[in-house]
């Protein structure tokens, strides 16, 4: 074993003339520097008082050093290399790195804005002129012209919806003639949304570039947003091909429907009875909260007409005959209470990364980014040649790219990363380029976080020496003295004045029988088997009940005193009275009193755990300050949270 002392003194310190001035080294244990900030945050953390008591200072140094001598003991076992350590730490930093790989003030000003927006609701027609992703220059062009078209006719005067019937290329164009009703923020794709929101009632957009084409967009209407509603309904299907007779039988039924609401009939009975939309019925034909743009416009004007309580007349949509009954209605809620509901559906909807692309940008300037325009043109050059030769066997070796693709931090990226990273992904190489380079940036910066934020450091520090505390006080203590029973029996005899009591108490366990004969047996198997005490429950059940009957019940073994439970009050200590337990009207119970003291340490087992646990980390402890080497800088201490 290696040679281990201990020892506090003030220092020379010309072993640590090299720490830095603005964060002096603190203390060293078992070779391992430990600065003032480290100190400091922790310390800080674990004492709110502002002010620094020399006294309680001295004491926490005193738990620290201990701290920190069973992190050095766990790092000796090699607690720190294991695959669940790495694992959970890895994962610790993982989930608090986000928040430092992220530009929080935008995320928030992008949800703000759609909060802004939500706040208002848009009516709309547009018409589509479509692209495909893939689509060539000239093919992208010649879309935008037809799109650029027909918003000018549209501007001349021409009506939206004959125009869009003649032009657009969206399938829902026959069947709304464009119309999209009114909506509101994060129901359209963001570009659509954006032009939209821009548009005052009457006016016409430019032509809209989203992943479908170019849309038109004109604006018909603006209002406050009408909310929310909880609607419950009754429904009556009616085929889309349905004859004369069969239009005037749904019409008939909802009817007759209607009439017996109007007479005092339960809604949400009829609901269950009478309704073709069968998963609602089952519910009383209750729904979730909708707002607007999120079921039929039919339905929705409807609804939203509704006061609270009110039941509708029967009414048609494409699907057929409602009545419907509104429940309670919404306003939208304040901000901090969306906030998170809005990041979540901004991330689903792909715009939750604002915040990202602002950092990358910021960072792309803080460490000198430079995109190595001969490099790039070979990466995309290679891309393009593995596409055509992807599958071809003949092909023995594949075409490299050469140069640099960047330098971020003074590093350059090769060209040919790129090209491994992007060979087997689908999407426009320029698309791909982005989000490597993104991806590059935030690694860089990922790995700088210790460094260049502190408290990051600290935390991290603190988190991973938490983890191997927690092991290495398992295997020591913890787990330790839950297990040795020898340990345990030894201890309890070398203290057994501590757990001496002066009030009586009962010792075994409760017993509620069917009968007399039950319980005169069940005291007598207990007497004669001699099966241990903390089986005896287990062991009546096995002997004297079946599936079918049960003729006795025992609670588990325990220590009683006065007060804990009536049966043994009245039985035990002779005091109170008792109600026998439905079905088992003979009551009795097992066991011994003992008056000064616990038999063995199992009878107090909690607090001999507890007490030799504390025992173990005593001598656990006077052996870690007899094996580690400990110094301290007291002139260090003094300047703690006073530099």
Known sequence: MKKIFLFFTVLAWGAFAGAQEEDPVLMRIDG??????????????????????????????????????????????????????????????????????????????????????????????????????????????????????????????????????????????????????????????RPFEDAAYALQPGEVSEPVRTDFGFHVIKVTGRRPDIGRVLAAHIFKRVPQ????????????????IYNVLKAGGDFAEMAKAESDDKATGLRGGALPWFGVHQTMKEFEDVAFSLGKDEISKPFRTAAGYHIVKVSDRAQLEPFEEKKEEIMRRLTRMGEGNKGVEALVARLKQEYGFRLDTAGMASAKTTLECLGEIAGDSTVSVKPQAVGSLFVLAGKEYPAQGFVDWAENKSGQIDRLLEQYVSNQVLMYEDSRLEKKYPDFGHLMQEYRDGILLFEISNQKVWDKASKDENGLARYYEDNKRDYAWNTPKFKGIVLHCVDSKTLKNVKKALKKQKWPEEEWS??????????????????????????????????????????????FPVTGVYGKLLKKGPESYKDVRGPVTADYQNYLEEEWVKTLRSKYKVEIDEEVLKTVNNH
Do not use: C
């Open 241 to 256: 091909d349905a004859t004369p007779e069969q239009e005037q039988q749904a019409k008939a039924k909802i009817d007759s």
């Open 32 to 189: 391992k520097d430990i600065t003032r900030s480290e100190f400091e945050y922790i310390y800080n953390k674990n004492n709110a008082n502002s002010g620094v008591d020399k006294k309680s200072l001295d004491e926490y140094v005193g738990l620290f050093v201990n701290f920190k001598l069973k992190v050095a003991e766990a790092e000796e076992a090699g607690l720190d290399t294991t695959m669940a350590f790495r694992k959970e730490f890895n994962g610790y930093r993982r989930q608090l790195a986000q928040a430092y790989l992220t530009d929080a003030s935008v995320d928030e000003a992008n949800a703000l804005s759609a909060y802004n927006r939500l706040k208002e609701n848009v009516e709309a027609y547009h018409l589509l002129i479509r692209v495909q992703p893939n689509a060539s220059e000239s093919e992208i062009a010649d879309a935008y012209d037809r799109a650029e078209l027909a918003r000018q006719r549209a501007l001349a005067g021409e009506d939206f919806e004959t125009l869009a019937r003649e032009v657009s290329e969206d399938p829902s164009v026959s069947n709304n003639g464009g119309y999209l009703g009114y909506f509101t923020a994060m129901q359209m794709i």
């Open 538 to 583: 287990g062991k009546l059940r096995e002997t004297f009940n079946n599936d079918s009957v049960s003729v006795v019940q025992a609670s588990k073994l325990r220590l009683f005193v006065k007060g804990d439970d009536p049966y043994v009050d009245k039985l035990v200590f002779k005091e109170g009275s008792f109600e026998p337990m439905e079905g």
